[in-house]
């Protein structure tokens, strides 16, 4: 969506006047504003339900065997990407939205009578197909949101907005971990992804809105048009961002965020497994994690995002979750205890949904429309889950190798350091070819 200042207040009517008392929101962006806050809102409600169960159904299956549901993870990413990318080539971005999205709601209609019926040791075999499952699904249906949101608000918007839209997310969060952690004890695992089901049709309604919507404002990008399907070969998010520098910088930021991220996720599975034998407990627990690490982004995001972005730019802002990270794991160096390692967790968590997250969706503002689907979905899922892969099975090898917390989190400040000089390279070339669109559509802007 691109911003005409000749738009009228009234076009936002009330919808601008509330959003316009938290943030930095133009009259003609209220209301697709608003249905994006939905879409994002539904969607992580459905995967917050979810969460829990998962977590608790792969730490059920042994922390030990947690590399090989990883391993799965990734090869079933491997064999989605390329369905998904068929889907953007062949339909419209509202259709293959619905399509990808209720294909997913059939998934979780299956899981929950093959859960109901299976026998204990069957369960173990279902829960662990259900840890794979969600990981890819929560990578996908997040990634397509983010890819149709760059699709629709330029870079300058999503400075000013996504912020917003990731406070969104992080209310879904609190009320799908809140939801599961009250419920579950009442009504058991069995039923809670129905509620999922439900919302995620939420979520197509929502996209389906804010599709219509933002034609009034939306200008064309480089002669595509939106609702026409982006075509393009099944591969090409794969071979785009190994040939782009811009895009492999933002594959190999994903790659440094998610092998940190696997290796404090092994050390929260292997303090649950030893502190809650209960299976209900565990999934309370983690669900009480999630609830006060939202709680706790949420007033990063409303108050705070928008304006660091405009402040200090994308550069600086985007090197925040490395830094957390170097000075995270060198306190974990020199300090292994429990408590100081759940101040990390909770700080890097914080720190990606806070800020990261935000950031980083506007780097695929300044790129092609087709990279903001097939590249972007090649590097969220597969290049997500491929860093797991690398950090899961590392973890694993460090351990056989007797390496304690401490020889860990020793390994990982140099690579948060490498991640940090990348994070800074990123952000300002973002900001240069920013600066560089913004000369050529200037009134008497030079060609490129």
Known sequence: MRSDASSAPEEGGWIYQGLRRIIDVRPAEARALAWSWLYVFALFLAYYVLRPIRDELGVAGGVRNLPWLF???????????????YAVRRWPRERFIAISYRFFML??????ALLAIATPEQHVWIGRAFFIWVSVFNLFVVSVFWSFVVDVFDGEQGKRLFGFLAAGATLGGIAGSGFTSALVEHVGQNWLPLASIVLLEVAVFASRRLSHISDAFQRPVQGDD???AVGGGIFAGMTHTFRSPYLLGIAFFILFYSVTSTFLYFQQATIAEASFPNRAARTAFFANIDFWVNVLTLFFQ?????RLMGWLGVAVTLCALPLFSVAGFAALAASPTVA???????????SNFALARPTREVLFTSVPREDRYK????????????????GSWSYAGLIALGLSMTGIAILAVPLSVAW????????RRQEGQEGAKA???APGGAAP
């Open 71 to 85: 391993t799965g993870t990734l090869l079933a990413m491997l064999a989605v990407n390329p369905l998904f990318a």
């Open 340 to 350: 100081v390692f759940v101040v990390v967790q909770v700080a890097r968590r914080v």
């Open 375 to 390: 590249a972007k979905n090649f590097i969220d899922t597969v290049v997500y889950r491929g860093g797991d892969q690398i």
């Open 302 to 306: 409303l108050f705070l995002t928008g």
């Open 107 to 112: 998934n979780l209609l299956a899981f929950m």
């Open 420 to 427: 940090l000089a990348l994070s800074y390279w990123l952000g």
């Open 226 to 228: 939106p609702h026409k």
């Open 439 to 441: 000369v050529r559509v």
